[in-house]
């Protein structure tokens, strides 16, 4: 059972890593400090945005329009830190409870 909160927790803070990577790719590209003409940056960057944009769309759809300010990454990091707490608190009740 320990491994499986292990396994869920570590993908959580690796998501977690990816969307921050995604944001900071996306920044950087927008102020052409990174040519999205290269294969490799435009490699990378689909390959973030695939992975991110599907969970980040539908959080977009509630958060209001700031005109050009995009804070949905920072909602879903939180989203998924309360996440990672909450899985803490199982598992810390598991183990008290005699089922870990």
Do not use: H
């Not at 599907?54 to 990454?73: M, W």
Request: glycine fraction near 8%; aromatic fraction near 12%; hydrophobic fraction near 60%.
């Amino acid at each position: 059972m320990r491994a499986l909160f292990w396994l869920l927790d570590t993908a959580i803070s690796l998501y977690v890593w990816a969307l921050i990577i995604a944001a900071v790719l996306s920044l950087l590209l927008a102020f052409n400090i990174l040519d999205g003409r290269n294969r490799l940056v435009w490699t990378i960057s689909d390959f973030f945005y695939r992975v991110t944009e599907p969970v980040l769309r539908p959080i977009r759809r509630f958060l209001p329009d700031l005109g050009g300010v995009d804070l949905s990454p920072l909602v879903l990091i939180l989203l998924l830190q309360a996440l990672r707490i909450l899985l803490g608190e199982i598992y810390v009740g598991m183990l008290t409870s005699g089922f870990g």
